[in-house]
């Protein structure tokens, strides 16, 4: 039997991961824009979604580390 918390969690980590590294790519990059596109971080592993923030929403979501978009 598998822990779902756990996979929830794991899911959840993942999906910031990615968001991460696709701010370092637009970093790298030097592109600068006013709305950014984020994978969504909800424990629901099927999810595929995507939401429109600007850098300064999301950085206030990832404040809180046990918060996720």
């Given at each position: 039997?598998t822990?779902?918390?756990a996979d929830?969690a794991?899911?959840?980590?993942?999906?910031?991961s990615?968001?991460?590294?696709i701010?370092?790519a637009?970093?790298?990059?030097g592109?600068?824009?006013?709305?950014?596109r984020?994978l969504?971080?909800?424990?629901d592993?099927?999810?595929?979604s995507t939401?429109?923030?600007?850098?300064?929403?999301?950085e206030?979501?990832?404040?809180?580390?046990?918060t996720?978009?």
């Amino acid at each position: 039997m598998t822990d779902w918390r756990a996979d929830e969690a794991r899911n959840e980590v993942r999906s910031r991961s990615t968001n991460e590294w696709i701010q370092a790519a637009h970093d790298s990059f030097g592109e600068s824009n006013d709305m950014d596109r984020y994978l969504c971080e909800c424990s629901d592993m099927g999810c595929a979604s995507t939401v429109t923030l600007t850098r300064p929403e999301y950085e206030a979501v990832r404040a809180d580390g046990h918060t996720f978009v």
